[in-house]
């Protein structure tokens, strides 16, 4: 099982990214997959949980309504579209793996890919 997140990069505020998380060795038809983000001296912060059904899927507060998630299954590839960037979202971005196809059990993550970097300028 692997993850590859991939996209990141130096953008001005206001502008958009999109990541990408390619995963190998199972399917996405059985996983959510998890976004994350860890920013100099912060704990990682949880940003967006995209479930096979997008009405189980979870978005946080700082990312709702700039950030959406989809998938392409025959790719094995979700994707983190973000807009309208701003400089507190300049962050190491990792994408995992859930246990389950939806975001509100308890298995957890238990896959991770390597991160990618978020720049944001003002």
């Known amino acids: 099982v692997q993850l590859q997140a991939s996209g990141g990069g130096a953008v001005q505020a206001g502008g958009s990214l999109r990541l990408s998380c390619v995963g190998s060795?199972?399917?996405?038809?059985?996983?959510?997959i998890g976004w994350f983000r860890q920013a100099p001296g912060k704990e990682r912060e949880e940003i967006l949980c995209?479930?096979?059904?997008?009405?189980?899927?979870y978005y946080a507060d700082s990312v709702k309504g700039r950030f959406t998630s989809s998938r392409d299954y025959a790719k094995n590839t979700v994707y983190l579209q973000m807009n309208n960037l701003k400089p507190e979202d300049t962050a190491v971005y990792y994408c995992?793996?859930?246990?389950?196809?939806?975001?509100?059990?308890?298995?957890?993550?238990?896959?991770w890919g390597q991160g990618t970097q978020v720049t944001v300028s003002s």
């Open positions: 995992a793996r859930r246990g389950a196809y939806y975001c509100s059990d308890s298995s957890g993550y238990d896959a």
């Open positions: 995209a479930a096979k059904y997008t009405g189980d899927s």
């Open positions: 060795g199972f399917s996405l038809n059985y996983h959510a």
